[in-house]
């Protein structure tokens, strides 16, 4: 099953057109809603993303020059910040991952104001493992 995803820009206009946090904050959790589930047995220590307040996992798989992702968490607003992520990188090789200015982007969505500190940080590690990957094909 091929995941259909918005573009960038797509999103941009989604959070632009809703520029109150309460507005934000629903499209955040109907992104989450969309983001696919990772199987049970994938759930494992090894793809647990340190660092996020709460329960989440990553798995990343390079297939040729593209990379595509597995994420999954236990809250609502963590699975639609990981949805953001996949659509950002869904499907990407490693120079347009490392070619990216997420924390630019992420201010244009006007997201950075209103997430915790913990909240961020652990959005911000999972982007930080995703971006390691891409950096082991410059070598």
């Known amino acids: 099953m091929v995941l259909s995803l918005p573009t960038t820009e797509q999103l941009l206009t989604d959070f632009q057109e809703n520029k109150s946090w309460d507005k934000q904050y629903k499209v955040i959790i109907q992104l989450g809603k969309k983001l696919p589930g990772m199987d049970a047995q994938d759930k494992i220590e090894t793809n647990l993303v340190r660092g996020c307040e709460s329960l989440a996992w990553l798995m990343i ?24 992520l996949l659509i950002i990188y869904q499907g990407k090789n490693a120079d347009q991952i490392r070619a990216f200015d997420i924390h630019h982007y992420f201010e244009k969505l006007g997201l950075l104001k209103h997430l915790s500190p913990s909240r961020t940080n652990g959005f911000f590690t999972i982007v930080q493992k995703i971006q390691e990957v891409s950096s082991f094909e410059q070598n």
């Open 61 to 84: 798989n390079q297939e040729g020059n593209f990379y595509t992702f597995k994420m999954d968490s236990e809250t609502r607003v963590v699975k639609g910040l990981m949805m953001i």
